[in-house]
Nanobody, 115 residues
Framework: QVQLVESGGGLVQPGGSLKLSCAASGSIFRLDRMGWYRQAPGKQRELVAD???????DCLDSVKGRFTISKDNAKNTVYLQMNSLKPEDTAVYYCNFQANFRTYWGQGTQVTVSS
């Protein structure tokens, strides 16, 4: 069984930065995609950014130039570097792995951007 553990959320002022991490534990024999989603209160969960095993990246338009997704294959870990944060980035952020022909979700980490 694969489990995902997220870290790095918190409270930050507008214009600040945070880095999220998501590490997988358990046996992974195939890892196709790693990504980050977010869900703000009263809104649907949306894809923020994801990266395939080949390194192809997709990113939400509103975060392009501010957020960077990266991965460490050896550690089965995905990161999301978030810069120039805005209040509208406030949400619970979830990591997502497409691994072993299944979908796995992290527990979510709160990111709050407020002065």
């Amino acid at each position: 069984q694969v489990q995902l553990v997220e870290s790095g959320g918190g409270l930050v002022q507008p214009g600040g930065s945070l880095k999220l991490s998501c590490a997988a534990s358990g046996s992974i024999f195939r890892l196709d995609r790693m990504g980050w989603y977010r869900q703000a209160p009263g809104k649907q969960r949306e894809l923020v950014a994801d990266i395939t095993s080949f390194g192809k990246i997709d990113c939400l338009d509103s975060v392009k130039g501010r957020f960077t997704i990266s991965k460490d294959n050896a550690k089965n870990t995905v990161y999301l570097q978030m810069n120039s944060l805005k209040p509208e980035d406030t949400a619970v952020y979830y990591c997502n792995f497409q691994a072993n022909f299944r979908t796995y979700w992290g527990q979510g980490t709160q990111v709050t951007v407020s002065s």
